[in-house]
T-cell receptor, first 115, second 112 residues
Framework: NAGVMQNPRHLVRRRGQEARLRCSPM?????VYWYRQLPEEGLKFMVY????????ESGMPKERFSAEFPKEGPSILRIQQVVRGDSAAYFC?????????????FGQGTRLTVV | KQEVTQIPAALSVPEGENLVLNCSFT??????LQWFRQDPGKGLTSLLL?????REQTSGRLNASLDKSSGRSTLYIAASQPGDSATYLC???????????FGEGTQLTVNP
């Protein structure tokens, strides 16, 4: 089991470009969570997805940010027209079905730098 | 809205010392509480998960306790080693499958 895989590990974008961050959950996990860690701050929840379904997006900024978890392929966090304030580490976590009371498994993160 | 606080923000100890990291949460109606370790520039590694019905969990030199009524959890590290140097995060899960709410972390340095 390869664990939660995120790519790229590091991403540099110029202001105004688009950033696409990918997350492949652990095998057998159908739930994906995205978190953002701004410099010198804690992790903040962004969005919770199941396959083809957004369950909770209450932590997502209202503009420029979107997320999807298609039937096939990884979950994608998309940031349009990036600004310097988007520079952060973005972490993905996955878990199996709710109710199993198991730990969340995190990927290594994607470190986005906007120049 | 759940708020999680960790004290102290940073801690420096000599090797071999036993230490306690503190975590408090404002809403005691949690589903579970999880402790993580984060190394610089790396992801999160799960250390211990305590279900709401449990009082403590142990793994090697680590012991985590949970007191829901007082909104507190502690992570006890015995016989600390330089390799324990990292940031330790606690996170609460309010309902099954819901988001995790993280504290700001305690940055631990164990000096040889």
């Amino acid at each position: 089991n390869a664990g939660v895989m995120q790519n790229p590990r590091h991403l540099v974008r110029r202001r105004g470009q688009e950033a696409r961050l990918r997350c492949s959950p652990m095998k057998g996990h159908s739930h994906v969570y995205w978190y953002r860690q701004l410099p010198e701050e804690g992790l903040k929840f962004m969005v919770y997805l199941q396959k083809e379904n957004i369950i909770d997006e209450s932590g997502m900024p209202k503009e420029r940010f979107s997320a999807e978890f298609p039937k096939e392929g990884p979950s994608i966090l998309r940031i349009q027209q990036v600004v310097r304030g988007d520079s952060a580490a973005y972490f993905c976590a996955s878990s199996p079905l709710p109710g199993l009371n198991t730990e969340a498994f995190f990927g290594q993160g994607t470190r986005l730098t906007v120049v | 809205k759940q708020e999680v606080t960790q004290i102290p923000a940073a801690l420096s100890v000599p090797e071999g010392e036993n230490l306690v990291l503190n975590c408090s949460f404002t809403d005691s109606a949690i589903y579970n509480l999880q402790w993580f370790r984060q190394d610089p520039g790396k992801g999160l590694t799960s250390l211990l998960l305590i279900q709401s019905s449990q009082r403590e969990q142990t793994s090697g030199r680590l012991n985590a306790s949970l007191d829901k009524s007082s909104g507190r959890s502690t992570l006890y590290i015995a016989a600390s080693q330089p390799g324990d140097s990292a940031t330790y995060l606690c996170a609460s899960e309010e309902t099954s499958g819901s988001r995790l709410t993280f504290g700001e972390g305690t940055q631990l340095t164990v000096n040889p």
